[in-house]
């Protein structure tokens, strides 16, 4: 069936580094863009990074930029997020979702229909 | 702070109705579609509206979406106790280049 999990989370001291990964199955993943999206305490969901299917055209949030990298092995079927220069606000449960429509299906504009398929998350805590 | 507003808790008896804005602008809901997620803290958030007004299948005929400039409105009708959680609008921004969501919505039934 169709599926993403995600592992790589812990507790990491603030300026730390960790490394999500996320592998999917179930579906041709070549033809979907994915991204990672975090839910911390107290706060509402925010996608942090987005990747095309080739991996060709990436894009970040202002709070990760320069701090985080998002790539996409497409021969492992899987997609990472490299966390560095953490801060305690980066706390957050870590989900990996997929593009409800494959890339050249629709209008062309992204992310047009949602997110349709989500991992069950991993935990990032950033404390001293 | 999210580039889209919704109000932060609506509430209702069963079996009536609850709708919920979202409020955005001509980089957001103003020029790309809207959809609507379902989340219980701690587990896999549910696409319940795509296309601002599309269901996937699965997805009851209870819940609605529309859209309209620069806002997005998700209905819930015959409201039931397991329709408790937030919910969330989101929208790809132009100007952000991201995927942006609402501010979120805790829906309690009374």
């Known amino acids: 069936q169709v599926q993403l999990v995600e592992s790589g989370g812990g507790l990491v001291k603030p300026g730390g580094s960790l490394r999500l990964s996320c592998e999917a199955s179930?579906?041709?993943?070549?033809?979907?863009?994915m991204s990672w999206i975090r839910h911390g305490p107290g706060r509402g969901l925010e996608c942090v990074s987005y990747i095309s299917s080739s991996g060709s055209n990436i894009y970040y949030a202002d709070s990760v930029k320069g701090r985080f990298t998002v790539s996409r092995d497409n021969a492992k079927n899987s997609i990472y997020l490299q966390m560095n220069s953490l801060r305690a606000e980066d706390t957050a449960l870590y989900y990996c979702?997929?593009?409800?429509?494959?890339?050249?299906?629709?209008?062309?504009?992204?992310?047009?229909?949602?997110?349709?398929?989500w991992g069950q998350g991993t935990a990032v805590s950033v404390s001293s | 702070q999210s580039v889209l507003t919704q109000p932060p808790s609506v509430s209702a008896a069963p079996g009536q109705k609850v709708s919920i804005s979202c409020s955005g602008s001509?980089?957001?809901?103003?020029?790309?579609?809207v959809s609507w997620y379902q989340h219980l803290p701690g587990t896999a958030p549910k696409l319940l509206i795509f296309?601002?007004?599309r269901r996937p299948s699965g997805i009851p005929d209870r819940f609605s979406g529309s859209k309209s400039d620069t806002s997005a409105t998700l209905g819930i009708a015959g409201l039931q106790t397991g329709d408790e959680a937030d919910y969330y609008c989101g929208t790809w921004d132009t100007s952000l280049r991201i995927y942006v969501f609402g501010s979120g919505t805790r829906v309690t039934v009374l």
């Open positions: 979702a997929r593009d409800k429509a494959p890339y050249w299906y629709g209008t062309g504009k992204i992310a047009e229909y949602g997110m349709d398929v």
């Open positions: 001509s980089s957001n809901i103003g020029s790309n579609y």
């Open positions: 179930g579906f041709t993943f070549t033809d979907y863009y």
């Open positions: 296309d601002n007004e």
